[in-house]
C-alpha cells in the first residue's frame, strides 16, 4: 500500500530506479500472470485462434471517481466491449498510464485495483503496460490507455454488410446511465446519488448470445454518442433506415429526470455496459430470451426495425405520442470527457 | 489538407459528427488498410501464427519535433522495437491520440504523416485508433499511444533465463543520439542543429539477425534510462555481472560533447534506435557481422561480456584510461519526456 500522502514523482516515469520500484511494487503485483511477469519489452501469448480482434481506447473521463466505477474500470471494460462487440472472446488487455507529477499514489492504487478486478472478473489478463510521467499541469491527474486482443468465436461474422431490411433492432438495457451520471457528478445536481453508470464488461453476455442465435448481424456499443450515433452509422454504413420505438427503449426513471433537468436528450448520452445488435426478425426473439438470462441483458428489448430508405438513410422515431422524428448525429459538442 | 488556422476543438473528441468527419477525413485515409476501413469497434486480423507479441507505449515527448522525427514517427518506430527485440515480426499497430483542445490541425496531419510514412516503411499497418480532446490545459498538446502485435518468429526464443556466463553483449550502434537531440533542442544550445535522433524501426535488423543467428539469448531496446537501465535489468534478471569497455562503446563525437557540456552520462541517455543483444560467444562475430549489413547496424559492436557474479551483480565499465566503476541503474530524475 502506499505510503500516506506519497505523490507521484517525474522520476517514477524516467525509466530508472523509481520507475522499476513503481511498475515491480505497486502495478505488476495488482496483475500477475505468466505473461505479464516476465516485464518483457512485449507479452508473449500462444492464442488458441489466428484470428483475433485488436482495438485501443484512451480514457480521460471526469471525474475519475463515480458512482459505479472509475477510470480503471471504465478502461477494462470499454476495451473489452469493443472486442465483444466484434464477435471476439476478450484475452488479454495492455494498460498505459499518462499521470501527472504529485498524483496520489494511493489514488493510482484504487484505480490499478478496480482495473484489476474489472479484468478479473471478465477472466482477461493484463499482460503489458507502459507508466509515462508528465510534468504538473501537463495533465489532468491520470489518462488510461487501454489497447485489447480477443479470439475471433469460431463461425461467427458480423458486419455492416449483412444487414438486410426487416432486420430487429436490439437493445441490451437501459440508455444514459453512464453519460447521465457522470454529468450530474459533474454538476452537483440533488438527485445525483440516485444515479449509477452502466460499466461493466459486456463479454459474458455476447458471448453467449452470439454462441446461441445464430441470427445476429452486427453488434456495437452505444457509448459517446449514445444510441443516437450508433443507429446513425448503421444507417449511413448499410444505406438503409433505421425505425425505433420510443416507448420501447428502456431507460431508468432517474436518468430520464436528470436529462430533462439539465436539459439533454438520452438518445445521445454515452453508455458503457449496453451493446445495440442487428438480429434476423426469426431470430429476434431468441435473441433477447438469451440476453435476459444474464444480469447485462435483463432489461433487454427489441426497440425497433431495420427498413430499406427511399432517399438518403435516416433514423427515425415514433414517438410516445405517436409522431415521428429523425434521430440526427449529434454534433459532439454536448459532453466531453465523458469516457 | 487542413484549412489554414483550423484547430481541434472538443467537439472532434464527442463521437459525434466532428469526431467522425475527423476520423474519415484527417486520420483513416492515411492509414488506409483492409482492417482500418472497417471502423469496426476492433480490427480483425488473420494472423499467420497464434503465437503473438503485444505491446504498448505511450509518447509524451516534448517538443513535439524534433531533428531526426516527431512523435508521430517516434510512437510508431518504438512500439514496433518493442515487438522485434521479443523476437517478433511486427504486423499491426493501434493509434491512440488524447489531443489538447485548440491543436493545430495542420500539426496532427504532419504527426500523422510521419506515423503513417513510419509504418509503411517498416511494412507495417495502423488498423485501429482512438482519438478523445481534452479541454485548453488538460494535456500538454498531443499524446499518443501505441499498441502492437507482432507474430512470433518460429523456432525464436529470448529472455533472460538463457544468458549464460562468458555471452557477450552486443550493441547495434551508438547511444545518447536521441536523448541529447531532445534535451539539446529544449535548452537550445548551440551545436543542437548537428545532433540527430536514431528514431527508427528495428524490425528489419532484428529479423535479419534472428533469421540468420542462431547464438541469440535476449534482446532489449535501451530507451529511457539508456544504456545504463537496460544493462542493469539484464544483471538483476540473471543475477549476473555484466562487464563493457568504455572504448568499445560507440558514442558519436557530437553527442558526447553535448552530454559533456550539459553534465549528463551517455549511457543514460535515451536511444530509439538501438538494441543491445546478449549473444553466445561462439556466434558473436556472426552476429555483428548481420548487423553490420544493414545501415540500422553499421556501427554495431560487441562491448562486454556476461560474468559470473560473486556477490551482488553489478554492471562494470572498464575506463577509457583502464579503471573500473559501477555503472549503477539511472534513478530516474534526470530526462522528463524524452519519449
Known sequence: MAAKDEKILLAHGGGGRLTDALIRHNIAPRFSNPSLNELADAARLHLSSNRICFTTDSYVVKPLFFHG??????????????????????????????????????????????????????????????TKVVEAGAADQIFVNTSGVGECLGGIELGFERIRPGDRVLLSGTIGDHGMTIISQRQDIGFESKLVSDCAALSPVTTKLLEAVPGVRFMRDPTRGGLAATLNEIAVATKMNIEVIEQQIPVDKTVQAAADVLGFDVLEIANEGKFVAIVSAEYADAAIDVCRTHPLGAKAAVIGQVKQAEESPVVEMVTGVGGRRIVQMPYGRELPRIC
Chains 1, 2 share one sequence.
Open 69 to 130: 466505477g472509475d477510470i480503471g474500470k471504465l478502461a477494462v471494460c470499454g476495451t473489452i466491449n469493443d472486442l465483444a462487440v466484434c464477435g471476439a472472446r476478450p484475452v488479454a488487455l495492455s494498460l498505459g498510464l499518462i499521470i501527472e507529477e504529485g498524483f496520489e499514489m494511493a489514488l493510482l492504487e484504487k484505480i490499478l485495483d478496480s482495473a484489476a478486478a474489472a479484468a478479473d472478473s471478465a477472466g482477461v489478463s493484463i499482460v503489458t503496460g507502459d
